[in-house]
């Protein structure tokens, strides 16, 4: 293990979409168990420091190889389509619409019924694009298009949260 392998790499997972998330955590344990600063108590301050840095690494992979969304990202970067969500928020003018649609679903809903009937709405909407973004990573090879589907499901991921903060104040 190198600091500077890529989180795939690093957890001995083969680098595609799909993954095994009980393997995942159990990788991260033993992982956490090799490098935990605790176990280089007795070796001094420098060998702490490293072990710290290794720690901090091994908790930074895992936390974008367990999430979907983090996961589908980091692989589009690695084959050369950093996802620019901050500059790049062009699109197709039927996912807009889709947006405008749930959002206004979303205002006019009063009781707890619509908002998680909504709530249903967007995660089986979120389940499908998450389908979609494995076949375009694992199958297709198509970096670009996944790209433009991850932005695609950070737009759902905060809909999703609004979703959740709505139901919250309606005491769900």
Known sequence: MKLDDNDFDLFGVEQRFAQDRAALDARWRALQAEVHPDKFASDGAAAQRVAVQWAV?????YQRLKDPLKRGAYLC???????????????PGSFLMQQMEWRES??????????EALA????????GALQKLQ?????QQDAAAAAQQVRALMFVER???DVDRRLEALGQ
């Open 120 to 127: 249903d709405t967007v995660a089986a909407h979120r389940n």
């Open 77 to 91: 970067e690695l084959a050369g389509q950093p996802i620019n969500a901050e500059n790049n928020t062009a699109m």
């Open 159 to 161: 809909f999703a949260e």
């Open 57 to 61: 690494r091994v908790n930074e992979a």
């Open 106 to 115: 979303l205002d006019e809903a009063r009781t707890v019924q619509q908002v």
């Open 135 to 139: 076949k375009l990573l694992d199958e």
